[in-house]
Nanobody, 115 residues
Framework: QVQLVESGGGLVQPGGSLRLSCAAS????????VGWYRQAPGKERELVAT???????NYADSVKGRFTISRDNAKNTVYLQMSSLQPDDTAVYYC?????????WGQGTQVTVSS
């Protein structure tokens, strides 16, 4: 089994930056892909970015050029570097890890972009 813990959320002004972390523990070698999702009030949860163990990444069109997903294998951690943040980026951000058996979610971390 895999456990995920997100951190790094908070309040930031428009145009600011924030880095989210997703620390994984457990059976991490079984992970196929790690993704960041977000859910704003009244909206469906949406995919933000993904990264595979081989380092392949993809991004939602709404965050391309502003967000970067990366990994640090030594720390068993995936990051989401967010720049040029906008009010529409306000949401609860969730880390997700998919394995052949499990689909695991972290507890979520709140990101609020407001002046």
């Amino acid at each position: 089994q895999v456990q995920l813990v997100e951190s790094g959320g908070g309040l930031v002004q428009p145009g600011g930056s924030l880095r989210l972390s997703c620390a994984a523990s457990g059976s991490i070698f079984s992970i196929i892909v790690v993704g960041w999702y977000r859910q704003a009030p009244g909206k469906e949860r949406e995919l933000v970015a993904t990264i595979t163990p081989g380092g392949m990444t993809n991004y939602a069109d709404s965050v391309k050029g502003r967000f970067t997903i990366s990994r640090d294998n030594a720390k068993n951690t995936v990051y989401l570097q967010m720049s040029s943040l906008q009010p529409d980026d306000t949401a609860v951000y969730y880390c997700n890890a998919r394995s052949p058996i499990n689909n695991v979610w972290g507890q979520g971390t709140q990101v609020t972009v407001s002046s």
